[in-house]
């Protein structure tokens, strides 16, 4: 026991023969430490996705020995890299510990709350974090409370059972440099490499290749946290070279809107919004149709579709700086950013916007001036006074729609100018209670056969959604009310034919009614014009007039009949129209002297045919600028 206590303690006045095996057990003892806090991280993964099954994941961690390697790396790199710099043992594993812990914890009660994982990027908003989990109760569950109690047993082993170390200085400086030296190896070589991180993602039977969170926590925590950190350093495309950029950039100047066609935008963006009629299970529940009748009532009068975000849950900002900048990743913007704000802002537009939120989230308040707002509302300096912001969370859609329509009358009487307007809803927000809290009752267990939380939770977030659903059904009425607009819409008819049968399988037959919805573009007084998408399909225009006035599809269905259109409005749509819309109707789109003579003859009248027949006629001859360029 004597010579077991030497080389465990190793006492200053011990025999110099006791401290090579010291030396041996200190090794060891430090790299069991980091191996502990590396595997107390894997369980925490395990069970952090309520939508996969924690035992299925376990088995596959243990099936992949890779997985563990890449998990159990990093703490061990780190411990000793620690020690090296500190010279003390207990120190080293806290300060292992912290980070190590930190990130699987933090993962845990993300993906419990929010649904996505912790990413290296999340570490940018790190000072926000407090205002956010303020907001949600976390639950220390019997896993987390044996995770806590085996990490501080480790403290206590590194205090009582590794004291004292290496003492030389010499040593201690080349084994931090080597330490440091073979992290960066590691990042570079083990998580910063796409073939192996594909390779070690669970199968489809496992997990959904479509979803992050699902992806992320098949390899555990430590390994996709330290891969997500390439994503925080920007990498040019492939290929990508500044001088070919800049010379394409210059070829397409920037124009200015002529003053007779500018005309007020606004732009909304709408927290956590989802239609759940596109869901089979709700589709049929008479409740959610209730609730979403307006809404497909504002997308039949519309032009309207489904969008694909660069996001998914959270990350809100992304979205929202990327509709305005093309930038698909947040950006801490500390300069004059190209946007769209600025490009109304050199226009001479009003540029206006507002969020009833805190400006201090996701740093809003220092960075929408980068991008062009000339004015912007937050809690802080405008809503606050007009609603709680725990109530903003739940009922403050109207109130932001009626502050847009008063901020838009009051410029438009005031400078006269147009206006730019971009706003950020909050309104609901999660989190979304599992108790009973709404005024109205859309879906019943008895009825729906759904579980009693379920509904719950669907019904607050419902009640939400109709608010949101009035509010916006009133900003379409106001902005009716106001003068006009201008708009001119351009429709992909030929969506009709080529995809038509498509959309009915994939929405039904009454959304897919409604796309390219021209009777009722017409109906409200728009000039509109038709476009094709090549290379997708070929350049046709009568093809395109023949979907415009016709409605057909591959089976012979016809869509929305209610939105034909006579064949004199198709065929001045692709021509007048068009040309007026590419400011162009001083020399093109209608005959007239001193306008280029471009003419088209063809075989037969499109407006004395038969409707179907029209995509039959035949091109007889093509001129450009008075030449003829082609003849049958």
Not at 195 to 205: F, H, P, W
Not at 349 to 354: I, L
Request: glycine share 8%; hydrophobic share 40%; net charge negative.
């Amino acid at each position: 026991m004597k010579h077991l206590y030497r080389v465990v303690r190793c006492p200053k006045g011990t025999a110099p023969g006791y401290l090579p095996w010291h030396h041996l057990w200190l090794a060891l003892g430090l790299t069991a430490l980091g191996l502990l806090l590396g595997w107390l991280t894997m369980p925490l993964a395990a069970v952090s996705s309520p939508d996969l099954s924690a035992q299925d994941l376990w088995a596959w961690y243990l099936s992949s020995g890779d997985l563990w390697y890449r998990n159990l790396l990093p703490p061990v790199l780190l411990i000793w890299l620690m020690y090296f710099l500190t010279g003390r043992c207990w120190l080293s594993y806290l300060l292992t510990a912290l980070p190590a812990l930190g990130v699987a914890l933090a993962n845990y009660f993300k993906i419990q709350l929010r649904g996505d994982p912790l990413l290296a990027s999340d570490l940018k908003l790190i000072s926000e974090a407090g205002g956010i989990v303020g907001n949600y109760s976390l639950d220390m569950t019997p896993l987390i409370q044996q995770t806590l109690g085996w990490a501080a047993l480790g403290l206590v082993l590194a205090l009582l059972l590794l004291p004292r170390g290496l003492r030389r200085r010499d040593i201690r400086i080349f084994g931090l440099l080597s330490a440091a030296a073979v992290m960066g190896t590691a990042f570079l070589t083990l998580y910063c490499n796409e073939a192996s991180y594909r390779r070690t993602t669970a199968g489809s039977e496992l997990v959904n290749p479509w979803s992050d969170t699902e992806v992320f926590v098949s390899h555990g925590v430590l390994y996709p946290f330290l891969y997500s950190v390439q994503d925080m350093l920007p990498v040019p495309p492939e290929g990508y070279q500044e001088a070919v950029a800049s010379s394409a950039l210059e070829r397409y100047p920037e124009e200015a809107i002529p003053e007779d066609q500018k005309v007020s935008v606004v732009g909304i963006m709408l927290e956590a919004f989802c239609d759940l009629t596109d869901f089979p299970a709700l589709a049929e529940q008479e409740g959610v149709q209730e609730v979403y009748a307006p809404w497909h009532a504002l997308e039949e009068e519309s032009v309207s579709g489904d969008l694909l975000t660069n996001i998914f849950a959270g990350g809100t900002v992304d979205t929202e700086w990327c509709f305005l900048t093309g930038y698909s990743q947040y950006e801490e913007f500390r300069n004059d950013v190209d946007s769209y704000v600025w490009y109304f802002d050199w226009q001479g537009y009003q540029t206006r916007g507002g969020h009833p939120g805190f400006g201090w989230f996701y740093n809003r308040q220092n960075v929408n001036q980068f991008l062009g707002f000339q004015e912007y509302w937050f809690t802080e300096n405008h809503y606050g006074e007009l609603v709680d912001p725990v109530e903003a969370q739940w009922n403050s859609d109207l109130l932001l729609v009626d502050e847009i329509v008063k901020d838009l009358r009051s410029c438009l009487d005031g400078e006269g100018r147009p206006v730019f307007s971009f706003s950020v809803s909050y309104q609901n927000h999660g989190p979304y209670e599992w108790t009973y809290t709404a005024n109205e009752t859309y879906l019943d267990p008895k009825t729906s056969g759904l579980p009693e939380e379920s509904c719950y939770v669907f019904n607050n977030y419902l009640h939400g959604v109709n608010i949101t659903i009035s509010a916006m059904t009133l900003l379409a009425q106001q902005l009716e009310e106001m003068e006009e607009l201008g708009i001119i819409p351009s429709f992909f008819a030929a969506h009709l034919w080529y995809w038509g049968d498509i959309h009915v399988e994939n929405f039904g037959a009454r959304r897919a009614a409604s796309i390219s919805p021209l009777g009722a573009a017409e109906r409200l007084g728009l000039s509109y014009t038709l476009h094709q998408d090549t290379p997708v399909i070929q350049p046709d225009m009568l093809e395109s007039v023949w979907c415009a006035v016709n409605r057909v599809t591959r089976s012979g269905a016809v869509l929305g009949p209610e939105y034909r259109v006579s064949p004199c409005a198709a065929l001045r749509a692709v021509t007048a129209n068009a040309a007026y819309q590419y400011r162009m109707e001083g020399r093109r789109g209608t005959l007239a002297p001193g306008k280029a003579a471009d003419l088209v003859l063809l075989d037969r009248d499109p407006t004395a045919v038969p409707p179907e027949d029209i995509r039959g006629i035949r091109v007889l001859e093509t001129i450009k600028n008075g030449v003829r360029v082609f003849q049958a």
